[in-house]
C-alpha cells in the first residue's frame, strides 16, 4: 500500500526514470452483463511508449478511459505514480477515492480523444492556457509562454488566434495535444487520435506525436490502428482479446515474430 501523499502540483513530484508509473491490479470493468476488463494486472514504466493493439471491443478504450477516471472499475485498484486512482487511504484503510483526490492525481494524466473537444468558443492560445491558468495556477504570462513553445512544437504558431472551426481537423487534432501537453502531464494517452481525420490529414499528426515520443520523457499509452506508427514509436506493444492481455512485447517482436496465433491472426487482418 502506498504511503505517499497525494503531490499538489504534478512538477513538484517528477517522474524517476524507469520507474512503473502506472499499475493496473487485478481489475475487472463490466458494463451490465458484459465483463470488458476481467481481472486485468499490468504496469508500465516511466518514460515508456506502450501500445495497445486488438480487434475491436476487446477494452483498449475502456482503459484509458479508467485511467482518466472517466469509468470506475467494479473490482481492483488503479494506481499513478504510486497513488491510488481508484482508493484513497484514510485512517491507514483504503476508500473509494473522492473527487479532490481524484482531481489531484488526474493532474498527472493527459487525454487526447479521436473526436479533439476543443473549446469552440475559445481561439487557439485561449484552448491552450485554460487549464494551466485555472487548475495548475499558473499566471497568463506563464501559461502563454508554455503554449507558444507547445505550439511552435505542433506547428501551428501562426494560427495562435483562430477559433477551432477555422483549422482543418489535423489542425484541431494538433492544438488539442498541445493542449494536454501544456498541463505537463507524466503520461499521455492518446485514444485513436486520427480515427476521425480525412486521410491526407492523418501523417502531420502522427509526425507531430513521433516527434514528442522522441523529445520529451513523457509516458505515452496509445490505442491506435496506424500499425506503423505503433511499430515506430513503442517500446512496448500489449495485445489485447477480450479483455485480457494474451501477448506483449517489443514492437520488434509483436509485429516481427509473434508468439500468439490470435496476434498473427489480427495483424495479417489489418496490416
Ligand atoms: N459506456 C458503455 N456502455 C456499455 N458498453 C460499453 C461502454 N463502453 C464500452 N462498452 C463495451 O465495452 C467493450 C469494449 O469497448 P472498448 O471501446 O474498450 O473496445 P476497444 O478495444 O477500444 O474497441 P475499438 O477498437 O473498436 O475502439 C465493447 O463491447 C463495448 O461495446
Given at each position: ?10 512538477e513538484a ?14 481489475v ?9 476488463l476481467?481481472?486485468l ?6 518514460g515508456?511508449?506502450?501500445t495497445?493493439?486488438?480487434?475491436s ?13 472517466l469509468?470506475?472499475p ?5 494506481r499513478?505514480?504510486g ?9 491507514g484503510k ?9 482531481r489531484?492525481?488526474r493532474k ?12 469552440p468558443n475559445m ?6 492556457t485554460?487549464?494551466p ?10 501559461a ?16 495562435l488566434?483562430?477559433?477551432?472551426s ?44 513521433r516527434?514528442i515520443?522522441?523529445?520529451?520523457d513523457?509516458?505515452?499509452?496509445c ?5 506503423n506508427f505503433?511499430r515506430?514509436?513503442s ?13 506483449t ?7 516481427g515474430?509473434p508468439d ?12
Amino acid at each position: 500500500m502506498s504511503a505517499d501523499t497525494t503531490p499538489s502540483n504534478q512538477e513538484a513530484n517528477p517522474p524517476v526514470d524507469g520507474k512503473e508509473l502506472i499499475r493496473f491490479d487485478k481489475v475487472t470493468k463490466r458494463f451490465g452483463g458484459n465483463t470488458v476488463l476481467d481481472d486485468l494486472s499490468f504496469g508500465v514504466d516511466s518514460g515508456k511508449h506502450v501500445t495497445l493493439i486488438g480487434p475491436s471491443g476487446s477494452g483498449k478504450t475502456t482503459i484509458l478511459r479508467l485511467l482518466m477516471t472517466l469509468l470506475k472499475p467494479e473490482e481492483g485498484t488503479i494506481r499513478v505514480n504510486g497513488d491510488y486512482l481508484t482508493h484513497e487511504e484514510r485512517g491507514g484503510k483504503l476508500v473509494p477515492a473522492g473527487e479532490k483526490h481524484i482531481r489531484e492525481v488526474r493532474k498527472n494524466i493527459g487525454m487526447v480523444f479521436q473526436q479533439f473537444n476543443l473549446f469552440p468558443n475559445m481561439r487557439v492560445l485561449r484552448n491552450i492556457t485554460e487549464a494551466p491558468v485555472t487548475v495548475l495556477g499558473l499566471s497568463k504570462d506563464e501559461a502563454e509562454s508554455r503554449a507558444r513553445d507547445l505550439l511552435e512544437l505542433v506547428g501551428l504558431t501562426e494560427h495562435l488566434d483562430k477559433y477551432p472551426s477555422q483549422l482543418s481537423g489535423g489542425q484541431q487534432q494538433r492544438v488539442a495535444i498541445a493542449r494536454a501537453l501544456a498541463m505537463r502531464p507524466q503520461v499521455l494517452l492518446l485514444d485513436e487520435v486520427t480515427s476521425a481525420l480525412d486521410p491526407e490529414l492523418v501523417a502531420g499528426v502522427l509526425d507531430v506525436l513521433r516527434d514528442i515520443a522522441r523529445s520529451t520523457d513523457i509516458t505515452m499509452l496509445c490505442v491506435t490502428h496506424e500499425m506503423n506508427f505503433a511499430r515506430d514509436i513503442s517500446d512496448q506493444v500489449m495485445m489485447f482479446d477480450e479483455g485480457h492481455i494474451i501477448e506483449t512485447g517489443t514492437a520488434e517482436k509483436i509485429f516481427g515474430d509473434p508468439d500468439h496465433t490470435r496476434t498473427r491472426e489480427f495483424l495479417s487482418a489489418v496490416l
